[in-house]
């Protein structure tokens, strides 16, 4: 089986006035199609960085990473963000929503951007809406939605494309403990559903209960997997 995410030996290093920083040690992370898996540990621990390097927005200064077999870096730019809008969707804390478009004008934007005619694009989006249970919320803009309503939205337009990886940055970080409850059943019935692959960087235990494995973090290198991921033979 070929992982939908590795990466193995990663390295990331900043320059801090005269010290050199390691935010990333020696990293090595495989996850399989269809796994739910979170990351944890204390802040400043690395794991966002983790995250970004395994996304394609922050390159590692050295080590490997493969998207369903394909490097992610060694390559251009144009083909890395090929790749990443191909196999990715991403939802954040922030749920970085356009305050003056509407929720479905928010979903199709990608598609837009991506050389999709409008009416496809529009079909799409109104799809992704229903499917997180906002296709009457669709002419609303984000200042008329809930926090809930508006996570829902960010999923809306991390699903519309379709990826087989979803990544996650703190995705219920600024939702109360019942809508966080809402948004991560969400998540995990399209895990289970369509095994979509996640990646969920969280500082909540709560959250990575729901998953299958949890990777912890401390000082730039894993600490514990609790899981390991599944065999081709499994």
Known sequence: MTPALQASQLWKLYQAGESTVEAVRGVDVVVQPGEM????????????????????????????????????????????????????????????????????????????????????????????????????????????????????????RAIVHQPSIILCDEPTGNLDNTTSSEVMALLTEMNQTQQTTFLIVTHDANIASLCQRTITMSDGSILTDDGSSPTEEE
């Not at 144009?78 to 990715?88: N, P």
């Not at 803009?141 to 829902?152: D, F, H, I, Y």
């Open 37 to 156: 898996v979170a990351v944890m540990g204390p802040s400043g621990c690395g794991k966002t960085t983790l995250l970004n390097i395994l996304s394609g927005i922050d390159e590692p200064t050295s080590g490997m990473v493969a998207v369903n077999g394909q490097p992610l870096y060694g390559i251009s730019d144009d083909a890395r963000t090929d790749l990443r809008g191909k196999h990715f969707g991403f939802i954040f804390q922030d749920f970085n929503l356009l305050p003056v478009l509407s929720a479905v004008e928010n979903v199709e934007l990608p598609l837009l951007l991506n050389g999709y005619a409008p009416q496809e694009a529009r079909q799409q989006a109104m799809k992704a809406l229903g499917r997180v249970g906002l296709g009457d919320r669709s002419e609303h803009r984000p200042a008329e939605l809930s926090g809930g309503q508006q996570q829902r939205v960010a999923v809306a």
